[in-house]
């Protein structure tokens, strides 16, 4: 976290909260104790992502924008399922193509 403002303007110190990042709670601490949070406006300046991102986790993004963007067009059209009566439609199909969770698997914050 780069930096906490309070209502007044006063930036806080670092030793005058506590992060929860996997909770997404910031805890207001005087000394070793909780402490409550003045009414108003609190300004968070944070940092979030990657510095860079590796191309193997682009290449699955254009993958997945790709297909994305083919099945909702119906560029594929509808056809029938085996010969059957019933009708598939492609945008009803999987989201992820199999070769972008190839990609991110790669990867630990990829999704494979």
């Known amino acids: 976290m780069a930096s906490v403002t309070l209502p007044g303007g006063q930036v806080l110190d670092p030793t005058g909260y506590e992060l ?3 909770a997404g709670v910031l805890t207001r601490m005087v ?6 949070w003045e009414p ?3 300004t968070v300046n944070y940092t979030a992502g990657r510095a860079v991102v590796p191309d193997t986790i682009t290449q699955a993004a254009r993958i997945i924008i790709q ?7 119906g560029r ?3 056809v029938r399922a085996g010969g ?5 439609d ?3 199909g999987y989201s992820i193509p199999r070769r972008a969770l ?3 698997g790669d990867h630990p914050m990829g999704i494979a």
């Open 90 to 92: 492609p945008r009803w």
């Open 40 to 42: 108003g406006r609190i």
């Open 67 to 73: 297909h994305l963007w083919e099945t909702q067009r």
């Open 20 to 22: 929860d990042a996997e």
């Open 31 to 36: 000394g070793d104790y909780e402490s409550c």
């Open 102 to 104: 190839e990609l991110l």
């Open 84 to 88: 059957s009566e019933e009708v598939w």
């Open 76 to 78: 594929m059209g509808s």
